[in-house]
């Protein structure tokens, strides 16, 4: 099966009051999304000042009291030296020393009630608190600052052991005497001056981390890491991406403020969106990013995925169904589960899926097929910045993988558990409702003449919505030019919401309807 090498790729930033949004896409087609709402919560990369509250010398673990919630776990491998792990991954073989397991135990290196600084490395997850580490680190776009330690490793995808050398020399010449850095693959090109530029920038970070060592009473925020923007930029944006384009002035005014600092040569590519419509719907995104939360998922030649979730693992089922066409049953099984591996490592990465995941092919009876299948999958998740591990597909069609994530993912994300139905469903977050209703107004706005409406709300969204003397109505107005009277309806459902005419005092919610409103139930099968 051919597959070309993607060529193009843009970046898309949504920004309202209530939710934040990146599409990342291929070719013109969806490839990585990422939601941030403005509540705040403990997000990878921030740094605590945190109190030891409980050391368990059988997990060899910590917990971790950070002041924000639930305790973070703290095992041993995360509070011992890391020199000899960094060594292993970032120098050149000969000087490589080997990963060895830990020399001293959790209740040698740790006590109740001691104060140590812990960076987050996993988000909380359920019941389970955030996973933490004493081995903090500050990302900028092409180096990573390794604070208190003096190692300076370069990315072995650079194969010119003199470049390496060479850069490992540069970055001991120009670094500070307290930090030491990993050159990423973004950096093997880039000028000294560029070097000396961004160690200031993180090197400064880190006295501020250390200044608020000094002031702030543990346990506390020290150091919050940086807004989705940011790292989107820091991560993903350089000469491979065509265009930036941000739907926000003041966004793309910070954008552009933080890229002439650090790669002044790339600003052009930052475009502000002008269009009548929303961005996300200009590039006909909105849709397909509501079906990241469906169970099911359609394959390109009839089949289709279940995709279901639970605490434990994430189960995927891959079916032919009733479109598949061709009498040679053994053909289309194959070509059904090939079009579901390329689609599954799709999803893996829009849904952020981690942990154990099971895959259920449809059974193969030949093992080349199972084989080619495999390879197809390995092909697939390449795109994947996540660490994966699988197994070979079983005689029964199991494949069973784990992928490393260190968010929550989507669903978890931005849905909470329905009260009403024993948390077998999720139901939308308010954020996530404000935003569907932002998209309906613009919507109305562009395709109609309506300048003046009622919106009828549950008890629970319409305290939201005042919230801040009104500010998102007011934000609503200002923005789309209408007068919006908002009507509390203590009988409606929790996350729904209805559009009326004053004139005629006709409902209109279905003109416009996206996802939440009455012609759209809520709480789906698929929630």
């Not at 291929?26 to 409980?54: C, M, R, S, T, W």
């Not at 989507?410 to 932002?438: E, F, S």
């Amino acid at each position: 099966m051919n597959r070309t090498l993607r060529s193009k790729r843009e970046i898309l930033i949504s920004v309202t009051p209530y939710e934040k949004r990146v599409a990342i896409l291929d070719d013109n087609h969806l490839a990585e999304v990422f939601y941030e709402q403005p509540e705040g919560h403990v997000q990878v990369g921030n740094i605590y000042k945190g109190v030891v509250n409980a050391v368990l010398p059988g997990l060899q673990a910590a917990f971790v009291d950070l002041g924000v919630g639930k305790a973070g776990f703290l095992h041993v491998d995360d509070a011992i030296d890391r020199t000899k792990s960094l060594s292993s991954q970032y120098s050149d073989e000969d000087e490589a020393s080997g990963k060895s397991g830990p020399t001293e135990t959790i209740d040698q290196l740790l006590k109740v009630g001691q104060e140590l600084l812990v960076q987050v490395t996993k988000e909380p997850m359920g019941t389970k608190g955030p996973r933490l580490t004493t081995h903090l680190t500050l990302p900028g776009r092409f180096l990573v600052c390794l604070p208190g330690t003096d190692f300076v490793g370069v990315s072995k995808k650079s194969r010119d052991n003199f470049k390496r050398r060479e850069l490992r020399r540069l970055v001991q010449k120009l670094k500070g005497p307290d930090v030491g850095y990993i050159v990423r693959t973004l950096g093997l090109r880039e000028s000294e001056d560029e070097f000396r530029k961004q160690m200031e920038i993180l090197e400064s970070k880190w006295r501020s981390v250390q200044q608020n060592k000094q002031r702030v009473k543990a346990p506390g925020l020290l150091y919050r890491e940086s807004d989705l923007s940011e790292s989107t930029m820091r991560d993903y944006f350089s000469q491979n991406v065509d265009k930036v384009v941000v739907d926000n002035q003041e966004e793309h005014r910070n954008i552009v403020d933080y890229l002439r600092v650090l790669s002044p040569d790339l600003v052009e590519k930052v475009e502000l969106f002008g269009g009548a419509t929303t961005l996300f719907d200009y590039y006909g995104l909105d849709e397909e990013l509501e079906k990241i939360f469906e169970t099911r998922v359609n394959l390109r030649r009839g089949g289709y995925l279940i995709i279901e979730q639970t605490e434990a693992l994430v189960s995927i089922d891959v079916n032919t169904g009733g479109k598949v066409r061709g009498h040679d049953q053994g053909k289309n099984i194959v070509e059904t589960n090939i079009d579901a591996a390329w689609e599954i490592a799709k999803q893996m990465r829009l849904r952020d899926l981690g942990g154990l995941i099971i895959i259920d092919f449809i059974d193969m009876e030949s093992p080349e097929d199972r084989e080619r299948v495999e390879s197809e999958f390995k092909k697939a998740i390449r795109q994947d910045k996540a660490p994966i591990h699988f197994a070979l597909i079983s005689q029964f069609g199991l494949m069973e993988l784990t992928r490393k994530r260190v968010r929550a993912n989507l669903v978890k994300n931005t849905r909470d558990i329905c009260p009403t139905c024993n948390g077998n469903r999720y139901i939308p977050r308010p954020q996530a409702i404000l935003a569907d209703i932002d998209r309906w107004v613009r919507r109305c706005r562009v395709k109609s003449s309506y300048r003046h409406l009622q919106l009828a709300l549950s008890s629970e969204l319409t305290e939201k919505v005042l919230e801040n003397r009104g500010l998102i109505v007011k934000f609503w107005e200002r923005r789309y030019g209408l007068k919006i009277e908002l009507l509390e309806d203590e009988s409606a459902p929790l996350i729904s919401y209805r559009f009326f005419d004053p004139k005629t005092n006709s409902e209109i919610t279905h003109l416009f309807t996206t996802t939440y409103g009455e012609e759209a139930p809520a709480e789906t099968e698929e929630d």
